[in-house]
């Protein structure tokens, strides 16, 4: 709180303690916030049975001790004897005090009173020490005795001025009242004298000059800390963890508590631990010079440690064999996130399972396994060693000797021996032949195909298989078909190829021509090349066992072909993709002819003439004559050159500005190509240019979108179309439609939106406000705050092109709107509360120099009076309807809109 709010406050306490009693309102105890730490409380007598005693000088009986009496509006009441030479006056006040808290304490207790017709010599006060209840106290003497009890303060000129004193009571007092809020009373012995007879008067009760009490008070803080967080959730032994809470206002020291011990007590709200293993509760009290606050709620930590060793392991089944699967496993460990297992020392598993699955060959293996968290592995548990006896390895593929024997033949399958093995079995096609400790068996088969392979056994069972052996037991062959020829009717010099079925068994065949063997060997066809005349081809199948019979025979009868064409002719100079002829002479006695290009077959058939197209190049023609399927030599070459092609297609042309504005000129230009003598430039598909291509083309359009590409041109005629560009030629936007406010009459400083609606082609806008424009960029919409007046709004579009005309004109009036309703919003908020605030604004004008005049000083006139002069009457009239029942409402604001 800073020197200004601290002196307002004070202020507004003043006010309230002057004010409220001479308002004439119902006996209350007051309270007022000095700062976030220290309550003012101001406490009077309640009811007329709760009597002050009356100090003065009077002339009772003589001789008499006491003098009480109630005169109608004050309840008189002092103890003494006029005729004590000291002129001693003795009375008594007390006060209820219920609304002090019981854990207060108190900074220091004031007591305030009104002196009556004093006089200018001398008077001593003494207000003293008075535990007893002097309104049901029964005993005269007793009450006069109490009265000249201890002293909280004694004062030689403090009753020297009529009107109210004020006197500062001793730290006596102020613990006494600490002591008295469990009674809510607390009463007080006041004794007075002087040398003369001249009186002085100390008011009790009634004419609204009540004594009272000023006590400034502190309590414990009221709120609790919030329940403590930690920095690690779940921290391991030993581990630094750190326990922080928030702090709670007023607050100067806390105590933390762990398991209801406190464990710590300072000014931070954060204090490093570390534990053992176990459970802790942690809560937090708020303190300050006056005691220490309620709990914050509790926060649980578990301090973990590292798990306890796994029971076992254990192997299932119990005696397994080498390279049989078996498992290994373990308990369970509470508070263990995960296992280590261990084979002969080295690590083969580390996760959240208890088991794993293990096969190797014969030896021993050792296991043993940890368990382990976030804090660490534990201790290993018990070691289980396991061993393996090996099944024995596959056998190696067997073998046969011979490899490959012949029908009826005795043959040897035969293996090496395993180490382990105690005995074999051997499978032909998947049956079991044999079974033993022998590593050789004989059969003797027809002819067939055989599968064998072998296991290798011992008392851990029978290995995996080997690998397979294919025995064929081979006869002489069959015969083959007869062969083929292809073509059947070769040409003379010819090549044709003699062909045959390969034969189930054979390795080997024979080809007898015209009774001669011409080829022996795996193949199944061999080529010849002969002079016209007739062949005969025969084959016989063999393999290791011999040779098969013959097969059937195949004739071959070799033809001679017809003389070439004398002529071939053709067009010299077609156009690219013309039609051009190319003929030739007819042979005597031949039935078809080819015609090559370029080397290359491109028909055959019987007329002697071809129509044919192509792009420019140069062409090799010849013909062949045929006489069946017998071809003569090849006539003279004739040459076709094809000078012109249609030219390629233009790529898409350039264009200087993809988007110019209207009026403005650009550019198209493209890329020549190769055999074009000219260029035709289509717009939107109509041509606009032709000529020799390639230069700058100059355009110039209105608004819209144009789409542009070229033809290529020479004597072949035009290319297809190429490629478009498009060029979208741009204009000035239209003028945007007036803009609207989203407040037609907005208050003074309150914030308004101008809007527009978009205009299409448009990229930015310019507002103006009273023809200065004030915003200039892409949004629509503008918020505004402005002083009452009349302000005229025009917008204009603009893009790359220029600005659109300005739109019509939005006018927006602005007025003045802190007088509205009832008055009482002092300090002028926008949502037009009465608070606390306009009440400091108030007292500030009122009494706190430079006294500055309120935001809406029409509002300040609280009291309505039609001067409109704003004085104590109003602060009275804004404290009436803010603190006491029924809380008059403010008078009607009396400035017009």
Known sequence: MNHLQRTMWAVLAAVLV????????????????????????????????????????SVPLIGSTTYSRYDGSIRVGYIGNILDPDYTYRGWAKFDITGLPDNACVESVELVGYCYDASSDPHTLKVNRLTIDPVTYSSTSGLFSAIYNTNYVQCSSCMRSTGSHTVVLSSLARSDLESATSRNWFAVGLQEYSDNDDPGRWYGYGTGNRPYLRVTASTPPTSAPGTPTVSVAQPCSLQAYTVYWSSVSGATSYRLYENSSLIWEGSGTSVPMNNSPGTYNYYVRAGNSCGYGPPSGTRVVQVRSTPAPPTG??????????????????????????????????????????????????????????????????????????????????????????????????????????????????????ILIY????????????????????????SCGWGTKSGTLQVQVTGTPAAPAKPTATPPDPCEGEQYTVQWNPVSGATSYRLYENGGIVYQGPSLQETFSHGAGSYDYWVTAGNQCGYGGPSGTKQVQVLAGPSPPSTVLAHMAPCADSSYKVWWSRVSGATSYRLFENGGLIWEGSDTVRVLSHSSGTYAYYVQAAVGSCYGSSSAVAHVEIQMDVPPIPSAPNVSDPSPCAGVQYTLNWATVAGATGYVLYENGVPIWSGSGGMLIPVTRPAGTYAYSVRSVNDCGKSDYGPETVVHVVGTPAAPAAPSSSDTIPCEDSTYTISWSPVGGATTYRLSENAVQIYEGPNIQVSLSNDTGSYNYEVIAGNQCGWSSSSSARSVSVIVCCCSGPTGNVDGDILNVIDIGDLTTLITYLFIPPFPVPPCMEEANIDGTTDGVVDMGDLTALISYLFIPPFPAPEVCQKPL
């Not at 308002?23 to 049975?49: K, R």
């Not at 020392?345 to 021993?364: E, K």
């Not at 009826?408 to 293996?415: F, L, N, P």
């Open 18 to 57: 002057v004010a409220i009693p001479q308002l004439g309102l119902a006996d209350s105890t007051t309270v007022s916030e000095t700062s976030p730490e220290s309550t003012i409380y101001t406490f009077y007598p309640q009811t007329a049975s709760f009597w002050t005693g009356y100090v003065r000088r």
């Open 435 to 458: 079974e033993g400790p022998s590593t050789s068996q004989f059969y003797s088969r027809g002819p067939a195909t055989f599968s064998y392979w072998v296991e290798a056994g011992n």
């Open 313 to 430: 392991p254990t192997v299932s089944p119990p005696d397994p064999c080498a390279t049989t699967s078996y498992q290994i496993s373990w308990g369970s460990v509470s508070g263990a996130t995960y296992y280590r297992l261990y084979e002969n020392g080295g690590i083969v598993y580390q996760g959240s399972s208890t088991y794993r699955d293990f096969s190797h060959g014969s030896g021993t293996f050792d296991y043993w396994v940890q368990a382990g968290n976030d804090c660490g592995l534990g201790g290993s548990s018990d070691t289980l060693s396991v061993p393996l006896d090996q099944v024995p390895n596959p056998p190696s593929t067997p073998a046969a000797s011979p490899p490959d024997p012949c029908e009826g033949q005795s043959y040897e399958i035969y293996w090496p021996p395993v180490s382990g093995a105690t005995g074999y079995r051997l499978y032909e096609n998947s």
